[in-house]
């Protein structure tokens, strides 16, 4: 019977030998966590799915207070942020992910919205302060400042009027009142319309055709604005609580609306609906939690509105895939309430701000059939 031989000198590692049509460097990730170099030969290989330097990157250090609203531009080349710190952050979306700009001399209160341009270099943003402001974002300065509403402005959004290319700025306050305003460098200070309410208003957004406003507001209910008549035309029901904030769907068929009822809705705002009262997706899964934040969920655009996400307070961020209703993603990493989603508009990327003051930015599997 033969003699084993000597064990291995104490120390060895446990060498895995790459491949020769192995992976690019930036889909391989290194298992094992020890600071030995020679412990860290076991690779895993990542599947990626977007042109990101990493899988998930944290945006952080620019902010001093919640982060209220983030969003991507139009081009998904750049992120803004707005927060309770009376800052706005600009960041690049791809590496470097710099923080390239913060102004920080625009509004005297917290800013609870921020929307990019659809056609200039322009930032509009909404603040505690009551006013609406208008940056230029290649000079950092403010251009406009419009004292637009008596009370604390929840939120804005922005379309193009008609044939004449106007941009027109929506906003809704806790003064009951939703506002139009004329958007881009110059414009007047009165409102173009005032549609009143009766009760603050929690969250707005235009239609895709631009003729219609959904102001979302604390009777629980969504009312429906036909700009061109000044008139409420009919309301969507099915909360049981406040809506935080409304998204329209990339088709325009859909809206999305969570609640402080920890319940998500989609309702099908399309002229002729199946559905008499014209809920399409009752979502769960996404705590809205006691601290009463107005949560700012988005539409995935890379797959033309096949998912949608909300942030909670259980520091998550919920995708769910609209048409089965399921939860895909329940995705981790914030230290507190997840307060704004937003997609990419051409990957499939998500960027999530929250209350522990940090931006993360992550890739998701892309769509089956996008």
């Known amino acids: 019977m033969s003699k084993r031989g ?13 491949r020769s049509g192995s992976p690019a460097p930036n889909t391989q990730i290194a298992i094992s966590s020890s600071n030995d170099e020679r412990q860290q030969a076991l690779i895993r290989t990542v599947k990626r799915t977007s042109s990101l330097e990493a899988p998930i990157i944290s945006l952080s250090g620019s902010h001093g207070a919640e ?3 983030c969003r991507f531009d139009p081009s998904g080349q750049n992120i803004a942020a707005c927060s309770a710190d009376r800052a706005v952050s600009l960041w690049r979306t791809y590496s470097p992910n710099t923080n390239y700009g913060l102004i920080s001399n625009i509004h005297k209160a917290p800013i609870l919205d921020l929307q990019w341009s659809l056609t200039s270099q322009l930032m509009y943003t909404a603040s505690a302060d009551h006013t609406l402001a208008v940056t230029d974002l290649t000079t950092g300065q403010r251009v406009r400042k419009l004292h637009a509403h008596r009370g604390i402005i929840n939120s804005l959004d922005r379309t193009l009027a008609g044939g ?3 941009e027109l700025v929506a906003t809704g306050g806790d003064d009951g009142t939703v506002r139009v305003w004329e958007g881009g460098y110059e414009g007047p200070k ?4 005032v549609f009143e309410l009766g009760c603050p208003v929690t969250a707005v957004c235009w239609s895709a055709d631009g003729t ?3 102001a979302g507001a604390l009777d629980n209910e969504i009312h429906v604005i036909d700009f061109r008549k000044n008139e409420q035309v009919y309301s969507l029901m099915g909360h049981t609580d406040t809506p935080t904030s409304l998204s329209l769907s990339p088709n325009g068929h859909y809206l999305l609306s969570p609640s402080l009822s920890s319940q998500t809705v989609i309702h099908d705002v399309r002229p002729f609906s199946p559905s008499p009262n014209r809920v399409h997706r009752v979502l769960m899964g ?6 009463h934040t107005l949560l700012r969920g988005a539409w995935s655009k890379d797959d033309g509105g096949r998912r949608v ?3 909670g307070a259980d520091r998550t961020v919920c995708i769910w ?3 089965s209703a399921k939860v895909l993603y329940k995705l981790p990493g914030h230290k507190g309430t997840v307060t704004a989603v937003d997609f990419h508009p051409k990957e499939p990327i998500v960027v999530t701000g929250s209350k522990d003051t940090t931006m993360l930015l992550g890739e998701i599997e892309p769509s089956i059939g996008a």
């Open 309 to 311: 996400g909300v942030g």
């Open 286 to 291: 996404a705590p809205a939690g006691f601290e």
């Open 212 to 214: 219609s406003i959904y």
């Open 67 to 69: 982060i209220l609203s």
């Open 164 to 166: 004449a290319g106007v």
């Open 190 to 193: 009165q409102p173009v319309s």
């Open 321 to 323: 895939d609209v048409e």
């Open 6 to 18: 000597a064990s291995p000198p104490p120390g060895g590692a446990l060498i895995k030998r790459a």
